[in-house]
């Protein structure tokens, strides 16, 4: 399971290093793409195959569906993680997700969110404050 937040440096060349339990996790190649709210989703090969298997499965007539496709998948790139657990972030997935010096790498369960620093903290920020009201609409459909 990858949970936990961390702060990170990418490096000149556009590399950021995983935290040493998320490499465990993930093994010695991930998947990167496109993340929603502009950040970047790095996910296990097979956690990978799983996402792309539930794609696949749906209907490609419907305009939403190609979108969404589209999106994560035309913006997916395999990367190795090198001895020192570091993988490197190609510049189109930089800009997307406006990645300077500074990043927060996330834990979200079944992938890793990428994060420009200053981003994810203001994102933290506002769930903070309407955590309450997130879990009280969770509770009424049975989630928590």
């Known amino acids: ?4 937040e961390y702060k990170h440096t990418l490096d000149t060349k556009k590399r950021v290093s995983l935290p040493a339990r998320f490499r465990k996790e993930v093994g010695k190649q991930v998947v990167l793409t496109h993340g929603l709210d502009n950040c970047l989703f790095v996910y296990s090969v097979k ?4 996402i792309t298997e539930k794609l696949s499965t749906l209907s490609m007539g419907q305009a939403d569906t190609r979108k969404f496709s589209r999106f994560m998948l035309g913006g997916a ?4 993680v090198d001895s020192l657990g570091r993988i490197l972030i ?4 930089k800009e997307f997700a406006s990645l300077t010096e500074r990043v927060a790498v996330v834990g979200v369960h079944t992938h890793i969110e990428i994060w420009n620093e ?11 404050k ?3 009201s997130l879990a009280e609409k969770l509770g009424e459909v049975g989630a928590i």
């Open 90 to 93: 190609p510049d189109y997935l």
């Open 1 to 4: 399971m990858l949970i936990g």
């Open 130 to 132: 309407s955590a309450d």
């Open 118 to 128: 200053n981003r994810w903290d203001e994102y933290k920020k506002g769930v903070e």
């Open 77 to 80: 790139m395999v990367a190795d």
């Open 47 to 50: 956690e990978w195959s799983k």
